[in-house]
Nanobody, 122 residues
Framework: QVQLVESGGGLVQAGGSLRLSCAAS????????MAWFRQAPGKEHDFVAG????????YYADSAKGRFTISRDNAQNMGYLQMNSLQPEDTAVYYC???????????????WGQGTQVTVSS
C-alpha cells in the first residue's frame, strides 16, 4: 500500500503559475512510476504528465508540453508538478497516482491521492 496526498492547488489568474506537490507514504515510493492526472467537471481523468521511478524519463500530454514540468524527490518521498502559463482550460481537480512503470490510462493506476483543485480565472 502507498498513500498519496496532493497539495498546492488554488485560484490563479490566467498566465500565472502553481506548483503541485504529492506526498507519499507507505511502501517505497521510489520503486513506482508516478503520474499527474486531471479531471474537469463531467469529464474523465486525463493524463497530464508522468515520470519514471528514477526520474530519468518524463512524459507529457500535448496540452502540458512546454508549460508543465513533472519532477520527483525520492529521498523525500515527494512528487511535483510545476505549472506555468496556466489557462482557464487547465481548471480541474489534479490527482497524483503511482504504479509500476508509467501509463497514460487512468485505469492502470491502483494508488491515487484525493486530489487538489486548480482554478484558473480569465
Amino acid at each position: 500500500q502507498v498513500q498519496l496526498v496532493e497539495s498546492g492547488g488554488g485560484l490563479v489568474q490566467a498566465g500565472g503559475s502553481l506548483r503541485l506537490s504529492c506526498a507519499a507514504s507507505g511502501r517505497t515510493f521510489s520503486s513506482y512510476g508516478m503520474a499527474w492526472f486531471r479531471q474537469a467537471p463531467g469529464k474523465e481523468h486525463d493524463f497530464v504528465a508522468g515520470i519514471s521511478w528514477s526520474g530519468s524519463s518524463t512524459y507529457y500530454a500535448d496540452s502540458a508540453k512546454g508549460r508543465f514540468t513533472i519532477s520527483r524527490d525520492n529521498a523525500q518521498n515527494m512528487g511535483y508538478l510545476q505549472m506555468n502559463s496556466l489557462q482557464p482550460e487547465d481548471t480541474a481537480v489534479y490527482y497524483c497516482a503511482v504504479r509500476n512503470g508509467v501509463a497514460v490510462r487512468s485505469a492502470a493506476y491502483a494508488y491515487w491521492g484525493q486530489g487538489t483543485q486548480v482554478t484558473v480565472s480569465s
